[in-house]
């Protein structure tokens, strides 16, 4: 895709995410490393993805923090891709784009994957925007308070 | 972007919603409808894309049904463009970004935007992955149940 503007400086930190993350295949990477997928062969296998496309995807993604370069866990000469703390957190947009994909975008009985919880094996709750006070917020019950132009 | 594989008939709700939404400009849009953006001029002021961009991006979000053209509010020749239920829905997705972006992108001190509880003013709370019982999940703490394959 080609960038028209860089987002990179933007006030707006959806905008600015987006300037990291903001590609399809960046995301599915990102999901493949939160379900433990490590080797460039593994990504490339999972995905499907062109080898040179899979290998600027990593490197923009180590660039940014995302993730990093281990040596193998096998002790064998391949590296592997650990996501980075700041990736790892990116694990709650990988789940709100899933629960909107359930909610949305399949047919009644429709097979999908389904995020659980690892000890108990039970379908994760439907993430909800709270309020400090703890109300649950809907989508028009909030607002975007702009940083003052300066 | 080109797209290489389609996603649209994915069994990862992950993927299938970024063969809808997995592109930067169609969330820019999405997040500015969120805030109350209709009219095509208005998007395209405010983000600085190509007219042709644009159309195009409108077109196929109203084709996936999460745009739709409405009436002018003023009476007025323009039509508009409204989320719709399930586009309204993608609330989630964007705030879970902006969080991101928050925690991930700025610097100490850097001004950026903020989500408010509308009636408070207060910054909405962080998003946080919860058990069917209530426990707060870390990354870690969950798994992808896969579908069987057929």
Chains 1, 2 share one sequence.
């Not at 094996?121 to 308070?145: P, Y």
Request: charged share 25%.
């Amino acid at each position: 895709m080609v960038k028209r503007v860089s987002l990179s400086q933007a006030a707006c930190p959806v905008a600015r995410a987006l300037d990291v993350i903001g590609d399809w295949w960046s995301l599915l990477i990102i999901r493949d490393a939160l379900e433990g997928v490590r080797r460039f062969g593994a990504f490339q296998a999972g995905l499907g993805i062109a080898k040179g496309m899979l290998a600027t995807r990593l490197r923009d993604l180590v660039e940014d923090g995302i993730l990093e370069i281990a040596p193998a866990s096998d002790g064998s000469a391949y590296s592997e891709y650990v996501l980075t703390a700041k990736g790892r957190e990116l694990h709650l947009v990988v789940a709100a784009l899933r629960q909107w994909g359930e909610a949305a975008l399949y047919a009644p009985g429709e097979d999908h994957s389904v995020l659980v919880d690892r000890t108990r094996g039970q379908k994760v709750a439907r993430l909800a925007l709270q309020a400090a006070d703890g109300r649950t917020l809907q989508w028009n019950e909030t607002r975007v308070r702009h940083v003052a132009a300066v």
